[in-house]
């Protein structure tokens, strides 16, 4: 019986894993379609894009809480998927200028998420893990494309149309390749000892 309740509740790890695995390529789906179709209407898109943004952010917090085997992919994701949530309410509920609202605030996500993925494939390379490079090539892709949408070098609204759908297959793409090189999940994953009870013999 002791034994069984050693042995971590892995249904939040597959949760997050699973969740991050559809959303990121909901992101990438989003960006391609936005980048093939960029007169989309921006109020339609935006209300979409507020959706995902606010699910990713909740998968990201569900993440953060699933202590995972190697705790990399999620542990800058309390803060940043709280971030995430309330700028998709906002997203969804700004209705003046919003191609050049989604413009900073998908800027601003992807490069701090880049900066993040930074940090953690660092962490990644220190743990041992052999594709750690991966998770560094695309995160300083997707980091560089989300500066480039914060300056918005082209006025166009079709061209930024066209960068923010950019931003998102690189965000879906760096988050995919994460959350599949960085996250071990094992059905027998034992309890950490701070999570246990300490019984008086």
């Known amino acids: 019986m002791e034994a069984l309740e050693s042995v971590r509740n892995i249904a939040p790890m597959k949760t997050a894993k699973t969740g991050y695995i559809v959303l990121s390529a909901v992101l990438f789906l989003l960006g391609l379609f936005l980048l093939i179709f960029p007169k989309t209407g921006g109020e339609?898109?935006?209300n979409i894009l507020g959706a995902a943004m606010i699910l990713f952010g909740i998968i990201k917090i569900i993440g953060y809480f699933?202590?995972?085997l190697f705790r990399l992919a999620f542990q800058y994701d309390l803060a940043f998927g709280i971030?995430?949530?309330l700028l998709g309410i906002a997203t969804i509920i700004r209705p003046d200028d919003i191609i050049e609202f989604m413009c900073i605030v998908v800027g601003i996500l992807i490069l701090a998420d880049g900066l993040f993925k930074v940090q953690?494939?660092?962490?990644?390379r220190q743990f041992g893990i052999g594709k750690w490079w991966l998770i560094l090539s695309f995160a300083v892709i997707?980091?560089?494309i989300g500066l480039l949408l914060i300056f918005k070098p082209a006025e166009g609204s079709l061209v930024l149309m066209r960068?923010?759908?950019a931003a998102l297959m690189a965000e879906g793409v760096m988050n995919l390749v994460t959350v599949l090189t960085a996250v071990k999940i094992i059905k027998h994953q034992k309890k950490d000892v701070l999570e246990g009870e300490f019984r008086e013999l």
Not at 120 to 124: E, I, L, Q, R, V
């Open 44 to 46: 339609v898109f935006a």
């Open 66 to 68: 699933s202590k995972d």
């Open 83 to 85: 971030l995430i949530t």
């Open 120 to 124: 953690m494939s660092m962490d990644a």
């Open 142 to 144: 997707a980091g560089a």
């Open 163 to 165: 960068l923010i759908g």
